[in-house]
């Protein structure tokens, strides 16, 4: 089981927000754990990242957040 990144190992921006790919990666965790009710809100999140951002992004390996 792989397990959830720390607070420490996690890339920021200069603008104070979590890097795109860690963004996401925590986003897509997220999704796969939570009720259908939290579900629509964490895939509204998802579909807010601009298209260049989504362009770089790896979407293989995304850590498990989940028990």
């Given at each position: 089981?792989i397990?959830?990144?720390?607070?420490?190992?996690?890339?920021?921006?200069?603008?104070?927000?979590?890097?795109?790919q860690?963004?996401?990666?925590?986003?897509?965790?997220?999704?796969?754990?939570?009720?259908?009710?939290?579900?629509?809100t964490?895939?509204?999140?998802?579909?807010?990242?601009?298209?260049?951002?989504?362009?770089?992004?790896?979407?293989?390996g995304?850590?498990?957040?989940c028990?």
């Amino acid at each position: 089981m792989i397990t959830a990144p720390v607070p420490w190992s996690l890339a920021w921006r200069e603008d104070g927000e979590l890097a795109t790919q860690d963004r996401f990666d925590l986003l897509q965790s997220l999704v796969a754990c939570e009720t259908a009710e939290v579900q629509s809100t964490l895939i509204a999140a998802v579909e807010r990242l601009s298209i260049t951002d989504l362009t770089s992004l790896s979407v293989g390996g995304v850590t498990s957040l989940c028990a």
